[in-house]
């Protein structure tokens, strides 16, 4: 025998089921549950935006190195990131930024990016991490690396967009400047050269005194897969709980 579907002005009768809604718990279903799929649906956005920054490491890091100082205009106005590049030049050791708030196993710590200055031109070199130390108001020792020398990495451009609770203040600097963000548009003022669009990540030297790891905080995609699966798990449940606390047996 099939189940009687009937509508009636309290609600819809199911048999002997009488599911009777109120205005203000479905409004307020239906703007969380678009809420929760609108988070689900921004996660599979960003695991779709973070597949592609995979393939395009692994197919840059692939190529040989090119050499900064023969690249065109084209290319370095272009999209760099993860290429790999080499330079010779020669540190400007006194004219150092510190990254702030870069915590490594728990360890408060900055991002050092020291001028180095190539062709007469100045690239930001980030080294790499290195530990905060007791004081917070004493900066680190930054190790000096004197003459002419050849450096390897792989480009980075930074997003001035970045959020960060208070902007960085250029008019008065202290070497070394502590910097919430990397800005390289504000960052040429700080120099008597033109300033590459874009940063040199070294590569990993276990003999170094920095720490470089650059992709070790990199979510993957699978991760925003599964936290999509959470929010569209969560939307389900609510219309769930909805029917159900709405739904009674009619007597």
């Known amino acids: 025998m099939s ?66 100082n023969a690249l065109t205009q084209d290319d370095i106005t272009g999209d760099m990131t993860d290429y790999p590049l080499h330079v010779t030049g020669h540190y400007l050791n006194d004219l150092s930024l510190l990254l702030d708030n870069r915590p490594y196993h728990g360890q408060p710590g900055y991002e050092v990016l020291t001028a180095f200055l190539t062709n007469g031109q100045v690239l930001l070199v980030n080294r790499g991490w290195i530990a905060q130390g007791p004081d917070r108001r004493v900066p680190p020792a930054i190790p000096q690396v004197k003459g002419e020398i050849t450096l390897h990495g792989n ?13 960085d203040d250029y ?6 400047f502590l910097i919430q963000k990397i800005d390289l548009e504000k960052s040429a003022q700080l120099f008597d050269y033109p300033v590459m669009p874009f940063v040199l990540r070294l590569e990993p030297d276990e003999s170094s005194q920095f720490v470089r790891e650059w992709h070790s905080h990199f979510m993957g995609p699978e991760k925003h897969y599964g936290y999509a699966v959470q929010w569209f798990s969560l939307a389900a449940a609510l219309l769930v709980i909805y029917v159900v606390v709405n739904t009674k047996r009619k007597q």
């Open 3 to 68: 189940k009687s579907i009937a509508h009636s002005r309290r609600g819809i009768v199911i048999g002997v089921f009488h599911f009777t809604p109120g205005l203000l718990p479905t409004v307020a279903t239906v703007l969380v549950f678009a809420l929760l799929m609108n988070l689900g649906f921004w996660q599979l956005r960003r695991a779709e935006f973070k597949e592609g920054m995979v393939e395009r490491l692994e197919s840059r890091s692939q190529q040989s190195s090119r050499d900064i």
């Open 155 to 167: 480009a980075h451009t930074p997003n001035p967009d970045f959020f960060v609770l208070k902007e």
């Open 171 to 176: 008019s008065q600097v202290n070497w070394p």
